[in-house]
Structures are given as structure tokens and as C-alpha cells.
């Protein structure tokens, strides 16, 4: 098929509780922007949990922080980065009514979100080997073993749940993918990649946090 | 084109088989399937009285403990009893009552929309109540949760029974459900409005649910953390509250009091959203100082956060945190009491009509007030050091939440029951109950300010003789109290076979909700309205015109 003409494409009706598709289009992403200020407060317990930890321990948090494997930390803030980009031209393509471009973006967005998480899991196992999840097999020597423990558990309930999110959006990546091929989308209405595009963005933005209060934090120090 | 005209429409044959009612059809399926906001109000209606008597008769036994200096029943069951209590009143009753029964029901027929936003969204957040309500109840019961609502640490990570995990995942589901439903009004009041409907010419109720589900979408995130962070301490054993592990118990307090005290005013904006519209309609006059009351009520959701750490004034933290939050939680005092300058201003020289919603009305601005003045009482550090978790709290904040929360929901009960049933209710009935509402609420709890001044403390089954004779005068007062609370249950059920018909507008009100038939179409309005005028234009009228 293809690509260089915006494809002509039924534009669905809205629901019947909205006048018009402009209305219904502005609440679904206005809602997820609300959506997003929860999960912003959602995430925001666990780093104020952090910033207690690292202000009352800090010694402790400093050398939890060397145990971090700040390759593989790094070598995945630069997917993720991609992924965002992939995804805001997905999201262009999307506008543009460009089908195969728009699925084939959709389909590197969520391989690069998979990538992620085969990183992570990889990350995940090299801590295990290190004895260092706490609960399981966490053992450490040393004066600061209690803060490197907290320091730990907070690092897998942070990333833990921020992988729930990312696997979250990959299905909905992926379900934006299968109806773009269908052609569910075009010019007239883009509106759930919109939506699923400022998910993916905002998972990426807490990961820019996450990424320096974890991997480079701990590292400024001595 | 319809319009917020000054007073109703004549009264239209009423149509009994084209409204929400009946137009779906009346199987099982077409309303545990519904999108309808009416249907899941009512939906919400029935499960909240569930609760409500559930919590009630844990109550109940409580001040039957009481009765006696040594209790009646083991410390066990007592304190299993008031966790159960606490729990389902708080977070299955108080949190969700308004917003999600007359909040659900009114905010679009309110604006003039269709429906809420999001309708599947609305059914989502409904089945979560039910099910976070019930994966409660089977937990405290069943396991005996003795953790109190608050689930303080280290108790309920440490030593409290394995169910507590089971408790703090319900509590964590119906705040999902909390957090969708604010999610929803908040759209639908930004972009669901009828043509004309600008921000200033809505109604008080709908700016109140507004300001409520601002606090609902960001503070319940905080508590669904928390109690995350304690159930990860109990399964894995590491310390973030635990102090035997590492951690402090006043980071949970922080992070709990961060939403709960915001909570508080979860459960008490939306009463003020229901008497914003009681008092114009009864006395006949515009609410007074219109614009005060919409941005009191923003106020008090921003202001609501900076107050949290007035729990915690004997808990250890610093001498200048106290002072601050001492200084901060009479700052709120504020916004509240210019909402009660206003509703006296409009009752001053109105032409009053002593209908059930305005019994109800006065009776919140009276108990509301008393409880108000409480929280000035307990804001100060230092009279709060001496009645810190002695019942003069519990009777402070009964007064909020059930004189003022309880009477403020039983009042708009009564006043959108003609909407939403199409039917009226025995007047005299009605009064009656109010009364007993109100005159058993201050026998049960004004003897309690009077326990914990004297120095009886909370949450234990059993106390020194002396406190007695109070004590009896509080449990006689409850048995009065839930022959008012029981009458509605009666008499609001026999209006719906027995009751007259109520015409669209039986009290001659203003808002846009009275211009379509009761019970309303599914779509709300035959025609979308549009609004020329602002809310509130009342007359002095003696004869509402369409009973």
C-alpha cells in the first residue's frame, strides 16, 4: 500500500455522551493528563521515601549507590529516550494519516520498550547474583548494611513498579499497532495514540528521574 | 429552548415508561451492565446503605461495650469492632457517599451534559468500591483486623494478624475507585458544560464535587503508596516504617496524614455543596456572596494539604513544626467559616420554609459549626497535648463527619429524592426523623467532648467508673440516633410504590436538574439546554407550585 497519500478513513462518530468529536477528543486527553497528576503523586510517596532515606543515611546511600550497575542503567535511559522519540512520530504519522508508517513506529516503539525491560530483567538477575534484594537473598558486610538494604528495597519498588507501567503501555502500544493496521486511524481521528503517546512520554520522564537518583547520586560523593 | 428559568415549568404528565428507569429495561444485566450515571448512582445509593448500616451496627455494639466501666466484650472483639467501624464508615461510607451517589447523579444533569465523560470508567470505579468494600469486610471479619482505620505502624506491619495485607488491598482498590471518579468529574466539569454554563454560573454543588475530586486525584495516590510500602514491609520484612528494621513510624504518619487529613475534606466539601443548595431553595433568596463560597471551597482543597502534621503533635516531631501546623490548621478555620457567614447571611431575612432538606440543613450549620469550633480547639498545640486521642477528638470530629457529613447526606437525600425516584416522601415522617437525627447526634457525642476533657481516652474497652454516667447518656443517645437513621429506610422505601407523584420541580428550585422530568430521561435533557442566567435567582415564593 502506499504511504505518500494520507489515506482517506471513516471518522467515527463520537460517543453519545459528547456533542461533537472535538469535545470527545479534548476529555480523553485532558483526562489523562489528570491521570498523569495522580501517578505523579503515586510516585511521589516513594521518592519522598527515598529523600528520607538519603538525608538521614547518607554515608549508607552513597556506597549502595556503587553497587548500582550504571551501564546497563545508562545504556536504558538511551532506549527509553528513543522509544519517546519513535513514539512522538508515531504520533505525527498518526496525524498525517499515514498508515504504515504509523503502525511500523508503533511497532519499533514497543520493541524498544521490550528492550527495556530484557535490560532491566538482565539487571535485575546481576543483583541477584550479588546478593542484594532485600527480603530474598540480600547479604551484605559492612557498617551501612541496613541502609544499603532500604536503599535496595526502595530501588525494586520504584523500578518494579515503573516496569509495570512500561509493560502496561507496551500493551497498549501494541493494541494502538494492531488497530493502526487495520486502519482504525487517520487524519480525522488520531485520538487514542495521542493518549497513549502522553503515557509512554510520562513513563519516560519518571525513568529521568529515577535514572540519576539511583545510578549517579551515589557516585558524586568520595 | 429550555433555560434556568426563575421558577419550574407547569407540571407535565409524567410518562412512566420513558425514563432511566424503565428505557434500559429492568433486568439484572441492564443495570450491573449500565453506562448510565443515574443507574450507577443508584447503584452506588445501595451499596453505600450497605455499608452504612454495616458500619452503624458496629457502632452500635461499640457504645453497647460502653455501657458498662468494664466492658462488655474481650479487648479483642472491641477492638475488631472499631476497626470495622472506622474502616467501612471512612473509607466505604464517608469518603464515597456524596460525591458518588449525588455527585454521579447530579453534576451532568447539573451542567446540562448527557452523561459523565467517561460512563465505562464510572461502572469501573463502581465495581472496584464493591468488591475493595466486601475484600474488606470478609477481612476484618473473617481475620479480625485490630489495626483501627489508620493502620498505624509499627502495629500493623509487625504485630498486628496476617489479614492486615488484605485489609490495606482493599483500602488501595476503593482508592482506585476514588481516583477514577474525581478523574471524571473533573473532566466532565471542564468539558462537558452546556452551552452558557460558564464557571461562575454553576451551581455551588458542582464546584464543591469540583474542589473534591481535586483532592481526591492527588492525594489518594500518596495513601495507595503508603499502604503499599507497608504491605511490602510485612511480606519481605524490610524496614521503611519499621523501627526494629531501620525505618520510622513517622514517616508513616507523614505520608498517611498527607492524604488523610486532606480526606477530611473529601468527606466534608461535598456536604457543603449539598446545603449551598438546600438554603437558597428554602429560604427563598440567592445564595449570599456566591463567588465566596465557590473559592472558599478551592481554599480548603489547597490549604487541606498544608495541615496534615496537626495529627502528630505528640507523635515527635519538632516543637516548630508543631507551631507552624498549629498556625496552618487555623488558617483553614477560615474559608469554613465564611461558608457558614454565608448560608447565615442567606437564611437573614428569607422566607423560610421548615421542609425535611431545611431541617437537615439548619442541623448541619449548627453541628458543623460546633465541630469547627472543636478543630480550633485541637489545632492548638497546646490544648491539644491535653486531649490528644481522648474522646474529645472523637466527638470533634463526629461532629464534622456525622453532623455535619451524615445530616448534609441525608438532606440531599430528601432533596433530590422527588428527581431522582419521581416520587415524594411523607412530609411529617421526614421532619420527624430529622429531629431525632439531630437531638440523639448531641446526646451521643456532646457528653463525649465532656469524657475527654475529663481525661477518658479513646479506643479502650473499658474505663474508670467515674466516667459512667456520661457514658450512658452517649449510648442512650446512639439508640436514638439509629431509630432516626433506621425511619428513612422505611418510609423513603414505601414513597417509592406509595409516594404522590413530584411533578419536574416540586420545591420551585432553580437548577438546571429541575427543567427535565423526574425521573429523568436516559439522556438527561430531550434537548441540550442553554443557559442565560446564574444560579440561585430565588424569589420569596410561599407556595411551590407543583405539589
Known amino acids: 500500500m502506499s504511504d505518500s497519500a494520507p489515506i482517506p478513513q471513516p471518522v467515527p462518530g463520537p460517543e453519545p455522551q459528547y456533542a461533537t468529536a472535538d469535545q470527545q477528543a479534548e476529555a480523553a486527553s485532558f483526562g489523562m493528563w489528570v491521570f498523569l497528576a495522580t501517578e505523579v503523586l503515586f510516585f511521589g510517596g516513594m521518592l519522598l521515601a527515598y529523600t528520607w532515606l538519603r538525608t538521614t543515611y547518607p554515608e549508607g546511600v552513597a556506597e549502595a549507590g556503587h553497587h548500582t550497575k550504571i551501564v546497563i542503567g545508562s545504556v536504558n535511559t538511551l532506549v527509553l529516550l528513543t522509544s519517546s522519540l519513535t513514539m512522538a512520530w508515531a504520533v505525527d504519522a498518526a496525524k498525517l494519516g499515514r498508515r504504515t508508517v504509523l503502525t511500523r513506529l508503533l511497532i519499533a516503539t514497543a520493541l524498544l520498550g521490550l528492550l527495556f525491560l530484557g535490560l532491566k530483567g538482565y539487571e ?73 503517546g502522553l503515557y509512554w512520554h510520562f513513563v519516560d520522564i519518571v525513568w529521568i528521574f529515577l535514572y540519576p537518583l539511583i545510578y549517579l547520586v551515589g557516585r558524586s560523593g568520595p | 429552548m429550555m433555560s434556568a428559568t426563575v421558577t419550574g415549568k407547569p407540571e407535565e404528565p409524567i410518562v412512566a415508561t420513558k425514563n432511566y428507569l424503565t428505557e434500559e429495561g429492568i433486568t439484572l444485566r441492564s443495570w450491573l451492565l449500565t453506562r448510565d450515571h443515574k443507574r450507577i448512582a443508584i447503584l452506588y445509593t445501595l451499596s453505600l446503605t450497605f455499608f452504612f448500616f454495616v458500619g452503624g451496627a458496629a457502632a452500635t455494639l461499640i457504645r453497647l461495650n460502653l455501657v458498662t466501666p468494664s466492658g462488655i466484650f ?183 496524614w498527607f492524604y488523610s487529613h486532606p480526606a477530611v475534606y473529601i468527606m466534608i466539601l461535598p456536604g457543603f455543596g449539598v446545603i449551598s443548595e438546600i438554603v437558597p431553595c428554602f429560604a427563598r433568596k440567592p445564595l449570599f456572596g456566591y463567588k465566596f463560597v465557590v473559592w472558599s ?119 433530590w429524592w422527588p428527581k431522582v425516584t419521581g416520587r415524594l416522601y411523607p412530609e411529617w415522617w421526614a421532619r420527624i426523623a430529622a429531629l431525632l437525627i439531630f437531638f440523639g447526634f448531641n446526646l451521643t457525642f456532646f457528653p463525649q467532648f465532656i469524657l475527654g476533657y475529663l481525661g477518658m481516652e479513646r479506643r479502650y474497652y473499658a474505663y474508670p467508673p467515674e466516667f459512667q454516667a456520661w457514658n450512658i447518656f452517649s449510648s442512650a443517645g446512639a439508640s436514638v440516633l439509629a431509630v432516626g437513621y433506621a425511619l428513612p429506610f422505611f418510609y423513603l422505601g414505601w414513597s417509592l410504590f406509595r409516594g404522590k407523584r413530584a411533578g419536574a420541580n416540586p420545591w420551585a428550585a432553580t437548577g438546571l436538574e429541575w427543567q427535565t422530568p423526574s425521573p429523568p430521561p436516559t439522556h438527561n435533557f430531550d434537548r441540550t439546554p442553554t443557559v442565560t442566567r446564574p444560579p440561585y435567582q430565588y424569589r420569596p415564593e410561599p407556595e411551590p407550585q407543583d405539589v
Do not use: C
Open chain 1, 124 to 196: 535485575y538477575h546481576g543483583e541477584w547474583t550479588d546478593h542484594l534484594v532485600p527480603g530474598l537473598n540480600f547479604h551484605q558486610d559492612g557498617p551501612h548494611t541496613r541502609t544499603i538494604e532500604l536503599f535496595y528495597f526502595l530501588y525494586f519498588l520504584l523500578t518494579g513498579i515503573h516496569g509495570i507501567h512500561i509493560t502496561i503501555g507496551i500493551g497498549l502500544i501494541a493494541v494502538m499497532a494492531a488497530r493502526a493496521r487495520r486502519g482504525a486511524f487517520s487524519a480525522g481521528y488520531y485520538t487514542p495514540v495521542e493518549v497513549t
Open chain 2, 74 to 256: 474481650t479487648p479483642d472483639i472491641y477492638n475488631r469492632l472499631f476497626t470495622l467501624h472506622g474502616i467501612v464508615m471512612v473509607w466505604f461510607f464517608l469518603i464515597p457517599s456524596i460525591p458518588n451517589t449525588m455527585g454521579n447523579f447530579l453534576i451532568p444533569l447539573m451542567i446540562g451534559a448527557k452523561d459523565l465523560a467517561f460512563p465505562r470508567l464510572n461502572l469501573l470505579s463502581w465495581y472496584l468500591y464493591v468488591g475493595a468494600g466486601l475484600l474488606a469486610l470478609f477481612a476484618i471479619v473473617i481475620g479480625g483486623v485490630d489495626t483501627g482505620w489508620t493502620f498505624y505502624t509499627p502495629f500493623s506491619s509487625l504485630y498486628s494478624n496476617g489479614y492486615v495485607v488484605l485489609a490495606l488491598a482493599a483500602v488501595f482498590a476503593v482508592g482506585f475507585s476514588s481516583i477514577l471518579t474525581g478523574l471524571n468529574f473533573i473532566v466532565t466539569t471542564h468539558r462537558m458544560r452546556a452551552p452558557g454554563m460558564t464557571w461562575y454560573r454553576l451551581p455551588v454543588f458542582v464546584w464543591s464535587n469540583y474542589a473534591t475530586s481535586i483532592i481526591m486525584v492527588l492525594a489518594t495516590p500518596v495513601l495507595a503508596i503508603t499502604l503499599l510500602l507497608v504491605a511490602v514491609e510485612r511480606l519481605l520484612r524490610v524496614g521503611i516504617f519499621d523501627p526494629a528494621l531501620g525505618g520510622d513510624p513517622l514517616l508513616f504518619q507523614h505520608l498517611f
Open chain 2, 297 to 415: 471551597s478551592i481554599a480548603i482543597s489547597v490549604i487541606g494539604f498544608f495541615v496534615w502534621a496537626h495529627h502528630m503533635f505528640v507523635a515527635g516531631i519538632s516543637l516548630y513544626a508543631g507551631l507552624v501546623f498549629s498556625l496552618l490548621s487555623y488558617v483553614i478555620a477560615v474559608p469554613s467559616a465564611i461558608k457558614v457567614f454565608n448560608w447565615t447571611a442567606t437564611l437573614h431575612k428569607g422566607w423560610i420554609s421548615f421542609d425535611a432538606p431545611m431541617l437537615y440543613a439548619l442541623g448541619f450549620i449548627g453541628l458543623f459549626t460546633i465541630g469547627g469550633l472543636t478543630g480550633l480547639f485541637v489545632a492548638n498545640l497546646a490544648f491539644d497535648v491535653h486531649v490528644t486521642d481522648s474522646y474529645f477528638v472523637v466527638a470533634h470530629f463526629h461532629y464534622i463527619m456525622v453532623g455535619g457529613m451524615v445530616s448534609a447526606y441525608f438532606g440531599g437525600l430528601h432533596y
